[in-house]
């Protein structure tokens, strides 16, 4: 199933909004047709809505299948997240409001502790993606950064016991959290690796898999009386592994981990190139936890809860614009670099159209919405999500110019604006919610959105002004000088 839609997603002519969707849920057989044809077949009738917004999508688009990539993306990652939102709802109605914050705090403080093994797999992608065609680099890429994962697996476990002391945590909390240093490894190693050789539809059914399997055993348990933040907290971990024992008999994942191919002096060029992204990871993992953090500790786990449950919610805003950002990634590391600014353009473009209809849902249904998803047992619930979208909606278009840079091997800046929302976030809560509680920590939060955007922004104009050149082949190069010395 999967090498057969790995084929299909390196189709890039042509191709409508509407066949991208064909593909990623359907999964039958692609034969694009314009949109035009499509009209005047059906004997001059007017196109429909639908099919208006297709075509204006097609326009914003840059060429290339970035639109039919994004849609895969976006639908599979949607409905992936969907069901990932499902256990959300499901955890915070099978637990009690203050079990479910302990829940959203031990998320949080993985975040932190997994800070190494999330950070490495992301450069992966863009090395696959620029040796397309060329297996033999691929694997060799491939399997030194699955080494330097191996060993960063046993760093972060390590470095949790100070934390687990620091924070509290009990040994159930503790044991939960490994579960998901291990399942965040697999997930994002395996997401990535897929990413990188363009096999979008695998990668989110990989995905969907792993959310399907969390939220069954949640309900099985809570059925058998089972019902604790500790054990919701493992099997969220777990079910990466589980969805992985699932997919890899049935679609292997189409790289070779060779022995022989992994050299210290790779190694190092690896864990010399993830070095930014490591720190950007530091960034966010504070930045994206900080704020329900602030609210756990300044105010109380009941206004944690109901602040995470808002927080789940708004990030189904920035879905779309993630989705095209995940494309993107691999696209800017094989194109030529006097073709990035007008690229970028287009992608700005088609990202603001894609992310302004669900933002705009939250910002005037909202109050309903959280009414209808959770009930009376969350009343605040409502009180911080429509600035938590427009935060959501702000980072959405962040990664799009984030996606960019890392697929040209520019990693510095990710980390640099990351860091500088971050402190925006920090700071503006510390005041915020001791006075005006889950609006301050939304406030903050967005404060944060914004400061990333302005800051990445800024570095984009300047970079386009100075032709930038992709620094991948750079490090590869940096690395043989090195051996041959």
Request: no cysteine; proline share 4%.
């Amino acid at each position: 199933m999967a090498p057969d839609a790995g084929r299909r997603d390196r189709r890039r002519e042509g191709g409508s909004l509407e066949a991208a969707v064909g593909l990623g849920v359907g999964g039958g057989p692609l034969m694009p047709v314009p949109a035009d044809r499509r009209w005047a077949n059906q004997g001059g009738a007017s196109p429909s809505a639908g099919g208006r917004l297709a075509g204006a999508l097609s326009r914003l688009a840059p060429q290339g299948g970035l639109l039919r990539s994004s849609a895969i993306l976006f639908f599979g990652g949607s409905l992936a997240r969907a069901v990932g939102f499902l256990f959300s709802v499901a955890a915070a109605r099978l637990l009690q409001p203050g079990d479910y914050g302990l829940l959203a705090y031990g998320l949080a403080i993985v975040g932190f502790a997994s800070i190494l093994i999330t950070s490495a797999p992301s450069g992966l992608a863009a090395f696959l993606a620029r040796y397309q065609g060329n297996p033999r680099q691929q694997e060799i890429h491939f399997s030194n950064w699955i080494a330097v994962i191996s060993v960063l697996i046993a760093v972060s476990a390590i470095l949790m016991l100070p934390i687990a002391a620091i924070a509290r945590l009990s040994g159930a909390m503790l044991l939960g959290i490994i579960a998901n240093l291990l399942g965040l490894a697999v997930l994002q190693t395996y997401r990535e690796a897929q990413r990188g050789l363009e096999r979008f539809a695998a990668m989110v059914i990989f995905y969907l898999l792993a959310n399907v399997i969390q939220l069954v055993a949640v309900i099985v348990l809570a059925l058998l009386g089972q019902r604790s933040a500790a054990l919701f907290l493992t099997v969220y971990g777990l079910s990466s592994l589980a969805a992985l024992a699932v997919v890899q008999p049935l679609a292997p994942l189409a790289l070779r981990f060779v022995r022989d191919t992994v050299e210290l002096q790779h190694m190092i060029a690896v864990a010399r190139f993830i070095q930014p992204l490591v720190l950007q990871t530091v960034f966010f993992a504070v930045w994206i936890g900080a704020d329900l953090i602030l609210v756990q500790r300044l105010m109380s786990s009941d206004a944690a809860g109901n602040y995470a449950a808002a927080k789940a919610l708004g990030n189904a805003v920035y879905l779309a614009p993630s989705a095209v950002s995940g494309v993107v990634i691999t696209r800017v590391s094989r194109m030529p670099e006097i073709s990035i600014g007008a690229f970028l353009l287009r992608v700005m473009a088609l990202g603001t159209a894609v992310t302004l209809p669900l933002l705009i849902v939250f910002l005037v249904l909202g109050q309903q919405l959280t009414a209808l998803i959770f009930g009376n047992r969350y009343p605040h619930v409502s009180d911080p999500l429509a600035l938590i979208a427009v935060g959501m909606a702000i980072y959405g278009l962040y990664l799009l110019l984030s996606g960019a840079w890392r697929g040209m091997g520019r990693l510095a800046i990710d980390a640099w604006a990351t860091g500088a929302g971050t402190v925006m976030t920090v700071g503006l809560g510390l005041v915020l919610v001791p006075r005006i509680g889950l609006i301050g920590a939304a406030g903050a939060f967005s404060a944060g959105s914004v400061t990333q955007l302005l800051t990445i922004g800024a570095y984009t104009l300047w970079a386009l002004s100075n032709r930038p050149t992709s620094r991948l082949d750079e490090v590869m190069a940096t690395r043989e000088r090195r051996t041959d010395g």
